[in-house]
Nanobody, 125 residues
Framework: QVQLAESGGGLVQPGGSLRLSCAAS????????MGWFRQAPGKEREFVAA????????YLADSVKGRFAISRDNTKNTVYLQMNTLKPEDTAVYYC??????????????????WGQGTQVTVSS
């Protein structure tokens, strides 16, 4: 079965950086676009970033453009999210997911139906 293991979260001060990793198994990783989403307490899960199957195209939410970058290593079945200049409003649980092509936009959580346990990112002084 598909398994996703996010890691790299933690507590960081505003302006700091973190690099999240997501190791995938149980699927042909290089065949799937991948996405990162986040969910803050009391809020819906929201799109953060996506990357094409071979990494040549990336997409970022407006709220993170210029601060975050998504990348992947298909030899390691891993997708990354580099987060710089972190803000308190970035505090959330971050999830990665393969895009399943269910007919929705890449920005829509409904186009992704496998999720890991997530990794907590807390930005606070």
């Amino acid at each position: 079965q598909v398994q996703l293991a996010e890691s790299g979260g933690g507590l960081v001060q505003p302006g700091g950086s973190l690099r999240l990793s997501c190791a995938a198994s149980g699927l042909t990783f290089s065949s799937y676009a991948m996405g990162w989403f986040r969910q803050a307490p009391g809020k819906e899960r929201e799109f953060v970033a996506a990357i094409s199957w071979n990494g040549d195209r990336t997409y970022l939410a407006d709220s993170v453009k210029g601060r975050f970058a998504i990348s992947r290593d298909n030899t390691k079945n891993t997708v990354y999210l580099q987060m710089n200049t972190l803000k308190p409003e970035d505090t959330a649980v971050y999830y990665c997911a393969p895009r399943m092509g269910l007919g929705y936009s890449r920005y829509d959580v409904r186009d992704y139906n496998y999720w890991g346990q997530g990794t907590q990112v807390t930005v606070s002084s």
